[in-house]
C-alpha cells in the first residue's frame, strides 16, 4: 500500500509567535492521527523553532524551497547540509510560484529535484498546467514536459520521491480541480512514470493540490491515484489542516 502523506506548504506567512502556536496546536491535534504522514513546511528561518516545538512526534518538517550547491557565494540562499541540521527530510521544488514568480526553468527544477536526492533528501516534485494550457487541451503535454525533464538522465529518479500535481490554475485561488479531473491527470502521471519504471510509479506517493480545504477533500482523498495533498491556505489553520488530514482513509 502506498503512504499517504497530507503537507502544509505554509509558504512565506505567520511570524514567530504564530508559527510557533500553529506548531503547538498541531503537535497537539495530530497527537492521535497515525495512518498518514504529515509533514509541514514553514518559512526557512523558523524551521528550527518548528523543528524543537514537534521534537518527539511524528510530524515531519520538509523545506519550501533549496540551492542546489553544498555552500559559497550564493547570497541568501539554503543548503541541503543546512536543512539536514534541522531535520528537513522533504523538500518542496518546482512549485508554481518559484516557476513562475521566481523563473524557475524545468533544468533548475531537475538540478534541484537530484540534488536532494543526491543528500538522501525526499523532493516532492510539483508539476500543473495553467488555465491557458488546460483550455487549450495541452494539461497532458505540459505535465509530461515537466516529469520528464527530470528523469531524463536517471530512470530511477522516482524511487523515494513525490510528486504533487497542482493545477496553477487551483492553487490559491479556491478554485479546486474536481476529484475526476484530479484522479485523470494522477492516473496519467503514473502510467507515464511506470514507462520509465514500473515499480516506482506503483510505489510513488502523488499528492492534489490547489484549494483543498475540509469540505473538498474526502473526495479528491477517495480517488484511487491520489494519496493525499499538499496543502496551502488551509494549512495556516491548525483545525482546517487537521480536518483535511482526517480525511485519509
Ligand atoms: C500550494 O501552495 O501548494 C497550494 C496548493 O496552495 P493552496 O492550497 O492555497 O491552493
Known sequence: MRQKIVAGNWKMNGQLQQ??????????????????????????????????????????????????????????????????????????????????CFHEDENF???????????DMIPVLCVGETLEERESGRTEQVIAKQILAVSENDKQCFRDCIVAYEPVWAIGTGKTALPEQAQEVHQFIRKLIAEINHSDAERLPLLYGGSVNENNAEALFAMPDVDGGLVGGASLNAKQFVEIVKCIN
Do not use: W
Open 109 to 119: 527544477v531537475a538540478q534541484k529535484f537530484h540534488h536532494v536526492k543526491e543528500h
Open 19 to 100: 508559527v510557533i502556536q500553529l506548531s503547538n496546536e498541531l503537535r497537539e491535534l495530530l497527537n492521535p492521527i497515525h495512518n498518514v504522514q504529515v509533514i509541514v513546511m514553514p518559512p526557512a528561518i523558523y524551521i528550527p523553532q518548528v523543528r524543537n516545538v514537534l521534537a518527539g512526534c511524528k510530524i515531519e518538517i520538509g523545506a519550501q524551497n533549496i540551492y542546489p550547491k553544498d555552500f559559497g557565494a550564493y547570497t541568501g540562499e539554503i543548503s541541503a547540509p543546512m536543512l539536514k541540521d534541522y531535520n528537513c527530510r522533504y523538500v518542496l521544488v518546482g512549485h508554481s510560484e518559484r516557476r513562475h
